[in-house]
């Protein structure tokens, strides 16, 4: 029960970042909400750590840590990036499909899922599939893509992978993995600031503590789900772990008004269904 606990407040705490993490992508330049809002999270795990006086638990875990910060962070960015283009009441539902990742890496490693989890894969590859496909707008366009459907995907397989390393990372001690993996993606985002020659600029004070926000739930959330995955299954926590976009859509409802299309509604509800099913499996 307490790793179900943790991983659906990890949950609500992404959701809840990433809803405001989209609004201020569509008025910030991307690189500059990722950097702030990691960045953040960065004092906050790195004050953490200092107060506890603790040194690292050997070295196994730094490789895992890195990867899952790496993996995070461009997931992030892509997340972030369609959250900005699209309707966030389609691209948020189909990165829930993250959770396949982890389920997969544990089928190839001798796990077996069960029939209703292979249900559950399918009906959610569906849902995305349905979700992301959205009427022409002009007479005999026919029906393309959504907008940010795309990135949403490559946000998902990144989200996935985080998922994993974070899970490996942890074992030993929370505080440290999540403390590498924050080093990790600041570390990147900052890396492609300075080779694309980016400049941070005219960020109002309501703006930075935004991001400040972002991040600090956005970090709360890691660390919840870092303690989840040692107190439960990853294929489970994971899972539970990736219904953020329920918070997420629901504040688009709430605050833009979003409305999307029949099929896609259907399409997100299989995506939910699907997430749901290789919870129960």
Not at 3 to 22: E, H, M, R
Not at 88 to 111: E, F, K, R
Not at 137 to 161: I, M, T
Not at 202 to 213: C, P, Q
């Amino acid at each position: 029960m307490l790793a179900i606990a943790l991983a659906l407040g990890s949950s609500l705490a992404w959701g809840i970042s990433d809803f405001l993490g989209g609004l201020k992508s569509r008025q910030l330049a991307l690189l500059t909400v990722v950097l702030g809002s990691q960045a953040a999270g960065l004092v906050l795990v790195t004050v953490i750590v200092v107060a506890r006086g603790e040194g690292p638990p050997g070295r196994d875990f730094v490789l895992p840590a890195v990867l899952s910060g790496v993996a995070g962070a461009c997931a992030l960015a892509a997340f972030y990036r369609a959250l900005a283009v699209g309707a966030m009441s389609v691209v948020a539902p189909i990165t829930a499909t993250a959770a396949l990742v982890p389920v997969t890496v544990g089928v190839a490693t001798g796990d077996r899922p069960s029939a209703l989890q292979a249900v559950g894969v399918v009906v959610a590859i569906a849902g995305v599939v349905l979700a992301s496909r959205e009427a022409g707008e002009a007479a005999g366009s026919g029906k393309g893509p959504a907008a940010g459907v795309g990135l949403a995907l490559v946000a998902a397989l990144g989200f996935g992978l985080f998922f994993v390393g974070i899970d490996a990372a942890s074992d030993d001690d929370l505080m440290w993995a999540i403390f590498v993996n924050r080093v990790a993606s600041v570390t990147l985002v900052s890396l492609v600031v300075i080779a694309l020659r980016k400049r941070v600029r005219g960020v109002a004070a309501a703006d930075v503590r935004a991001l400040v926000v972002i991040g600090l739930l956005d970090i709360t959330a890691n660390m919840l789900f870092a303690a989840a995955s040692n107190e439960g299954l990853v294929s489970i926590v994971a899972v539970l772990g990736s219904l953020y976009p329920v918070t997420t859509v629901f504040l688009a409802r709430l605050v833009l008004g979003e409305r999307i299309n029949r099929p896609q509604q259907v399409g997100v509800a299989g995506a939910f269904a699907g997430v749901v099913l290789i919870t129960l499996g």
